[in-house]
């Protein structure tokens, strides 16, 4: 069973439990549910997770993320303990994001190369691609087609010769997706294209860590605007790096998860594995 198909029955799992908390499903009733039979899916699931199942449903997303913002961590005011360039446990990548000039981002990629290929994660299939300086896009394939998915790295990079290249990306999507309990931390070069708006706001993004999670308003009020939280929430969605550049990690001050390109699912799924993978 590969990756993709595991995260497909993970997100079944998960929206059946949410749907039916109050009756307490059993593990037997959830792997039912998605067809698997009771130490299969334990098995898959602590695969994908690297918890158990029961374990990992203790963490109700709602309770979490409010949790998270009463305890209000300061990630975007100081450096917290477990930098980006720490040692820490909490940080699985060093990303380190590179701008395209201003001339770059007029000419709209003409001379560039650009590789991509579609590969399997914990989330679903992504399209990533990448420059010569970096990954340039990562995108997943869900809820969209692969046709449509390579229809915006086009619009993204309208004058870029595009070549499909599985070999060239297979590097860059395993170092963005390590799997669960790897002691290794990665390097990963990005080469994003946007406003020095959107830059600052990306940057800010980069700055929180793996488990935690901020809201637009805290992000508004660290780049000197506490009004612009507006602004900062569709910076947060042109992100061209989903996951690499964790949009997913950005909530409402309400508690609530706010909306998210690739499914409010998904999103949940991704913040609680990242909050029990670093409170193991």
Known sequence: MDATTDYARIERAIRYLDRERAAAPSLADVAAHVGLSESHFQRMFTRWAGISPKRFVQYRTAEMVKRLLRERRPVLETTYEAGLSGPGRLHDLVVNAEAVT??????????VTVRYGFHPTPFGDCLIAVTPRGVCHLAFVEPLSRTEALARLEHDWPLA??????????AAAAKAFPPPGSSAVPSLALHVKGTNFQ?????ALLEIPVGDVTTYGAIA????????????????GANPVSYLIPCHRVIRASGELGGYAWGVERKKVMLRREAMLTER
Do not use: F, H, I, N
């Open 161 to 170: 010769q595009l070549t499909p290249d599985q070999a060239a990306t297979r």
């Open 221 to 236: 009020t660290k780049l000197g605007d506490p009004k612009a939280s507006r602004a900062v929430g569709a910076a947060v």
């Open 102 to 111: 201003p001339g770059e981002l007029q000419r709209g990629g003409l001379g």
């Open 199 to 203: 830059l600052k706001v990306w940057k």
